[in-house]
Structures are given as structure tokens and as C-alpha cells.
T-cell receptor, first 115, second 111 residues
Framework: DSGVTQTPKHLITATGQRVTLRCSPR?????VYWYQQSLDQGLQFLIH???????AKGNILERFSAQQFPDLHSELNLSSLELGDSALYFC??????????????FGPGTRLTVT | TQLLEQSPQFLSIQEGENLTVYCNSS?????LQWYRQEPGEGPVLLVT?????EVKKLKRLTFQFGDARKDSSLHITAAQPGDTGLYLC???????????FGKGTRLHILP
């Protein structure tokens, strides 16, 4: 158990809909990262938040947005869903970039299926 | 954009054999992490290498960071079926904290 929790574990929804994925980091970690993993694309970095502030953006679509709240939990919002958004979404946490490296602890993931 | 290329993509070997997988880049990384991922689960951190030339051991796994901090290798001695999984290397790109993962080496150890 990494100490990172994600909900829900599975999500099935229709095209055009909007969903919210939730992540709670390990106790004491200030950084939260979101990733998308599909079979053909590998693990794609979406976004990094540190202590409530956006730190870095990766290949995140405009239809996707995220935020980190004062209690450090984070939410990833996916809207206008398309079939191609079906994937595993992982959240990870770490102490933060000031540690000088990026040891991340991953949650169990949310499997999103868009039908 | 920095890239991390992992090789081989797939490796299937017999239990008891030794193997090495590689993680290469044309860019310098301040550190690299190695993770192992099982199907349907999140990656699990194995090790971080920071200093050029650094060697770290985790039981039968030996990790090395290249002298120029552009590449890394993972050597497994006497592989066991429990070593089966997807091995990923990762690093941070530049100063803006974008995380890059290689596509991984999928390792299968045959009993």
C-alpha cells in the first residue's frame, strides 16, 4: 500500500459526459501528479501540483482540468468525454520538487471506460 | 523535449538467467527513478539514482547511473518469476518539473 488513495476505482460513462477523479496523497507529501496510461501510449504525464499551485503541465487536453485543494487532495476533471479518453488514470504524490528529485508513490488508479 | 528510450521493449527469459535492461537519453537528468508495474496496478518505486556513476543494489537488482547522467541500466541476477513485470524509468525534464517516463521493458520470467 503506497498510502495514495484514488476514487473511484472504476468508472463507466458515455461520450460527452463529465467525470471527476479524486486523489489523496500520502501524508506529508505536497506534490500531486496525474497520469494517463493507455496500451499504446504508455504512461503520459498530465499535470503536477505543488502545495496548491500548478507546477508543470504535460500533454493535458483542454477538456481536462485539475486542482489541488488546501487539504492537498486533488481532483482531475474530464469533460466532453470521447471514446479515446478510455484509459487508466493514475495519481502519484511526492515530497515535492525541492527535494531535488522526484520519487513518486502511485495510487491504485481509476479505470475509465467511455462508451 | 527530453526523451527516455528503454530497451529492449520485451524480454522473455528462463528462471535463473541474468539480464540487463537499459534507459537512454541524449539529455542530462538530475536524477532517474526506476519503477516496476504489474498489470492494472500503479507503478511501484524501486530506486532513485542521482550521482553520475552511482550504483545501487536492491537484493538481486543492480541499478547504475551513467557517468554523464544520460543513461541508466538495471541488471537482474538469477531472475525469478516474481521479477515479471513492466520496468519503467523516469526523470524530470529541465527546470519545469515535467515528468518523463520511458515506454518500459516488459519482462517475463519463465519458470
Amino acid at each position: 500500500d503506497s498510502g495514495v488513495t484514488q476514487t473511484p476505482k472504476h468508472l463507466i460513462t458515455a461520450t460527452g459526459q463529465r467525470v471527476t477523479l479524486r486523489c489523496s496523497p500520502r501524508s506529508g507529501d505536497l506534490s500531486v501528479y496525474w497520469y494517463q496510461q493507455s496500451l499504446d501510449q504508455g504512461l503520459q504525464f498530465l499535470i503536477h501540483y505543488y502545495n496548491g499551485e500548478e507546477r508543470a503541465k504535460g500533454n493535458i487536453l483542454e477538456r481536462f482540468s485539475a486542482q489541488q485543494f488546501p487539504d492537498l487532495h486533488s481532483e482531475l476533471n474530464l469533460s466532453s468525454l470521447e471514446l479515446g479518453d478510455s484509459a487508466l488514470y493514475f495519481c502519484a504524490s511526492s515530497v515535492g520538487p525541492l527535494a531535488g528529485y522526484y520519487e513518486q508513490y502511485f495510487g491504485p488508479g481509476t479505470r475509465l471506460t467511455v462508451t | 523535449t527530453q526523451l527516455l528510450e528503454q530497451s529492449p521493449q520485451f524480454l522473455s527469459i528462463q528462471e535463473g538467467e541474468n539480464l540487463t535492461v537499459y534507459c537512454n537519453s541524449s539529455s542530462v537528468f538530475s536524477s532517474l527513478q526506476w519503477y516496476r508495474q504489474e498489470p492494472g496496478e500503479g507503478p511501484v518505486l524501486l530506486v532513485t539514482v542521482v550521482t553520475g556513476g552511482e550504483v545501487k543494489k536492491l537484493k538481486r537488482l543492480t541499478f547504475q547511473f551513467g557517468d554523464a547522467r544520460k543513461d541508466s541500466s538495471l541488471h537482474i541476477t538469477a531472475a525469478q518469476p516474481g521479477d515479471t513485470g513492466l520496468y519503467l524509468c523516469a526523470g524530470a525534464e529541465g527546470r519545469d518539473d515535467k515528468i518523463i517516463f520511458g515506454k518500459g521493458t516488459r519482462l517475463h520470467i519463465l519458470p
